[in-house]
């Protein structure tokens, strides 16, 4: 069945004034400007918040043979290597599967409950944490995973809330790769400790707060004119 000349050329027309918004759009200002209308930016990018808690925590210590393993522990109790009792190292994962793969990382940060500590003058516990990618299980290699750096708590000086800010592009480089992010936490000071409440030390009504990881990021949305465009396009193919 052919179509009337009038029917094309009105199709025509339509992929015309398609062709032109698009132009217009991507030459439209990233902001409103006094005096020029209103513009309305399709590219805009909205911050978004995803937050979660580990999938995991365990406290490993070292051993002559390796790290030991202790799960379902109230606190994890990081150890510097010169402390009394050895060093310890603490090790979760998260899963960051909300967040799409292409997403731009604004900001991260870990928030922990420190529920005791040890010093001595002149030295305080502090932490610092290495970033893997993780497999959403244990892995027992995992606390030797130290070569990412991604951020180091201030000086500990009593219990209490405890953030961290993280380097939000590592974390965007891990998550494009995978949608699990293992962390490892070492104590930065070589003869005390500090002791963080866990996911058991967290549950409850009375329980301290769980560990939370908070990822601040932005995700490109679909150019609404490309869509425009492409309806456009489909509704001459079935007009033809």
């Known amino acids: 069945m052919r179509s009337l000349p009038g029917s094309r ?20 200002p990233s902001a409103q400007a006094a005096g020029d209308g209103d513009w309305v930016d399709l590219t805009a990018q909205t911050i978004r918040q995803a937050s979660a808690h ?3 925590d365990v406290q490993a210590q070292r051993g002559t043979e390796g790290w030991a393993f202790q799960d379902g522990k109230r606190g994890i109790d ?100 995978n949608r699990y992010l293992g962390l490892v ?14 996911l058991e030390g967290g549950r409850g009504a009375s329980g301290l707060p769980k560990p939370q990881l908070d990822v601040e990021y932005t995700a490109v949305p679909e150019p609404a004119s490309a869509l425009l465009l492409t309806a456009g396009l489909l509704a001459w193919r079935r007009r033809r």
């Open 54 to 56: 580990p999938l995991y």
């Open 9 to 28: 050329s009105a199709a025509r027309s339509i992929v015309l004034a398609m062709v032109a918004a698009l132009a217009v759009v991507t030459m439209a």
């Open 78 to 177: 990081l150890r510097g290597p010169d402390s009394w009792g050895g060093e310890t190292r603490g090790l979760m994962e998260f899963d960051l599967g909300s967040i799409p793969s292409d997403a731009t990382f604004e900001s991260a940060r870990l928030t922990l409950r420190v529920r005791s500590r040890t010093w001595m003058p002149g030295q305080d516990p502090f932490l610092r944490l290495y970033a893997f990618s993780g497999q959403g299980q244990r892995l027992d290699l995992a606390p030797d995973y130290v070569d990412t750096f991604v951020g180091q708590s201030d000086p500990i000086g009593g219990v209490g809330s405890l953030t961290i800010s993280l380097d939000p592009q590592t974390l965007q480089a891990l998550r494009a790769q």
């Open 185 to 198: 936490l070492v104590q930065g000071a070589p003869t005390v400790s500090a002791t963080w409440s866990t």
